[in-house]
């Protein structure tokens, strides 16, 4: 069956810091992957997304960037923490060709605290 | 911005009633979808309706779409207070692969 791992769970990062998030899927091949931060009490909003190792689409200028080195890892990161930054963060998946006509798949999440 | 909006921000209900969300979209889509949050966690898939389909149904949720108003509804008929969630409606905007929510709806369902 197929997982999806996130971690860390909890990050408390100082302003200026740098900043590196994991997420991998296993039992499946080819997923398209995708980055969302969420806002306390707030909606989710597309960060990024790849349908293949190496395609990142960038949905909103920002601080962030995401990077796919193998078919089922995702990373997000940042060289520089701003307070705006802070949020939950979540990895989704869905099959090969998926998108919208497929269901996505959650991770746990990372509640990232920038002080 | 967010290409869907869900309808209303918060409703609480007693526990046994019918809780319905509206979900309103901006552009032309492929499918909607429907997903739950509860509170710090990911979220769970609920049902996905495509372009041509009216409505459909799961268990006790009934979702509604009306692609020349470019809503969706989500009915959870008979409440349990383990329905008390965050509900998202998601859609495809700009292509099948780019997948957005909508702002929500945080539903309480008071025992």
């Known amino acids: 069956s197929q997982t999806i791992h996130q971690w860390p769970a909890t990050l408390v990062q100082p302003v200026g810091s740098p900043l590196s998030l994991e997420c991998t899927v296993e039992g499946t091949s080819n997923p398209n992957l995708y980055w969302y931060r969420q806002a306390a009490g707030r909606g989710l909003q597309l960060l990024f997304y790849s349908v293949g190792i190496g395609q990142i689409s960038s949905e909103v200028p920002q601080n962030l960037s995401a990077s796919r080195p193998q078919d089922r890892q995702f990373i997000l990161s940042s060289k520089k923490l701003l307070l705006s930054d802070s949020g939950f963060y979540l990895c989704a998946w869905t099959g090969q060709g998926g998108g919208s006509n497929e269901k996505l798949f959650f991770g746990s999440g990372t509640q990232l605290s920038v002080l | 911005s967010q290409q869907g909006e869900e309808d209303p921000q918060a409703l609480s209900i007693q526990e046994g009633e019918n809780a319905t969300m509206n979900c309103s979209y901006k552009?032309?889509?492929?499918?909607l979808q429907w997903y739950r949050q509860n509170s710090g966690r990911g979220l769970v898939h609920l049902i996905l309706?495509?372009?041509?389909?009216r409505e459909k149904h799961s268990g006790r949720l009934r979702v509604t779409l009306d692609t020349s108003k470019k809503s969706s509804s989500l009915l959870i008929t008979a409440s349990r207070a383990a329905d008390t969630a965050s509900y998202f409606c998601?859609?495809?905007?700009?292509?099948?692969?780019?997948?957005?929510f909508g702002t929500g709806t945080k539903l309480q369902v008071i025992p």
């Open positions: 309706i495509r372009s041509n389909e």
């Open positions: 998601a859609t495809d905007y700009g292509g099948y692969q780019k997948v957005t």
């Open positions: 552009t032309s889509i492929n499918n």
